[in-house]
């Protein structure tokens, strides 16, 4: 469950995404700018960073998928 990706081509670092994340797992990028998921487990597919994303670019999947942690 959870986002399943942000498309950076659409995403104009707004910000908002990261504003109705209601259990804290967007987070802003303080190099580039860009909104990226810190706490994926978190995610209850809540569907309200989808939802309020002004350019459409954040994708949450209801379904359960294994990923591996990325290293940073």
Request: charged share 25%.
């Amino acid at each position: 469950m959870g986002i399943k990706r942000i498309n950076y081509d659409l995403c104009t670092k707004c910000g908002i995404c990261v504003e109705h994340c209601a259990m804290d797992v967007l987070r802003m990028d303080g190099v580039t700018g860009r909104p990226f998921v810190k706490y994926i487990r978190d995610c209850q597919s809540c569907f309200l960073c989808e939802q309020h994303c002004p350019q459409g670019a954040i994708y949450v999947t209801p379904f359960s998928e294994k990923r591996e942690p990325l290293p940073w």
